[in-house]
T-cell receptor, first 115, second 112 residues
Framework: GEEVAQTPKHLVRGEGQKAKLYCAPI?????VFWYQQVLKNEFKFLIS????????ETGMPKERFSAKCLPNSPCSLEIQATKLEDSAVYFC?????????????FGPGTRLLVL | GEDVEQSLFLSVREGDSSVINCTYT??????LYWYKQEPGAGLQLLTY?????DMKQDQRLTVLLNKKDKHLSLRIADTQTGDSAIYFC????????????FGRGTSLIVHP
């Protein structure tokens, strides 16, 4: 079936190192969202894309986080100089459309541990 | 900002019905969702309902919406051990950002 793919599944970084996470949305889906799940259950929206364009980045701590969705490439989320509080599961989701028949799919997540 | 509240835990016996409740504050909510998260996995969209609907049924799942009280519920009939998971309620308005606001999830425990 159709799936959102995220890599890697697990990522361990020392504090101050860079971390890069990847997401392949379902082909044909126009919107991609990144979320950070911390404190076990709480979801925090980071950024969304409409195709290759940033749609909403109000959740991004811009001084260290950046994201891209380039044509014919997986989307990426990069954290420069990771901090301990960046330890979380990062989920990517893709959405077919924001219209009436909306279908959203989440990837399995990347678990980032910053030591 | 907008808020979505859920109780943290629900324990039911196998075969009984489960009812998971959710309240929200955004009066402009247009879409309301229920997601399921199993251990180590991402979110699975179970169902969604538009704000102009009162009820939606899909096999064992029944969603009820009381828009006046801003209350949403998910009923699972004949609950099975495989239904044990965390269930997230989420809402979003019809504005341009399409960002849902999630509750903190209800852990459903199904025991024999």
């Amino acid at each position: 079936g159709e799936e959102v793919a995220q890599t890697p599944k697990h990522l361990v970084r020392g504090e101050g190192q860079k971390a890069k996470l990847y997401c392949a949305p379902i082909k044909g889906h126009s919107y991609v969202f990144w979320y950070q799940q911390v404190l076990k259950n709480e979801f925090k929206f980071l950024i969304s894309f409409q195709n290759e364009n940033v749609f909403d980045e109000t959740g991004m701590p811009k001084e260290r986080f950046s994201a891209k969705c380039l044509p014919n490439s997986p989307c990426s989320l990069e954290i420069q100089a990771t901090k301990l509080e960046d330890s979380a599961v990062y989920f990517c989701a893709s959405t077919l459309t924001a219209g009436a028949q909306e279908t959203q799919y989440f990837g399995p997540g990347t678990r980032l541990l910053v030591l | 900002g907008e808020d979505v509240e859920q109780s943290l835990f629900l324990s039911v016996r196998e075969g009984d019905s489960s009812v998971i409740n959710c309240t929200y504050t955004d009066s402009s909510s247009t879409y309301l969702y229920w997601y399921k998260q199993e251990p180590g996995a991402g979110l699975q969209l179970l169902t969604y309902i538009f704000s102009n609907m009162d009820m939606k049924q899909d096999q064992r799942l029944t969603v009820l919406l009381n828009k006046k009280d801003k209350h949403l519920s998910l009923r699972i009939a004949d609950t099975q051990t495989g239904d044990s998971a965390i269930y997230f309620c989420a809402e979003r308005g019809s504005g341009g950002s399409y960002i849902p606001t999630f509750g903190r999830g209800t852990s459903l425990i199904v025991h024999p």
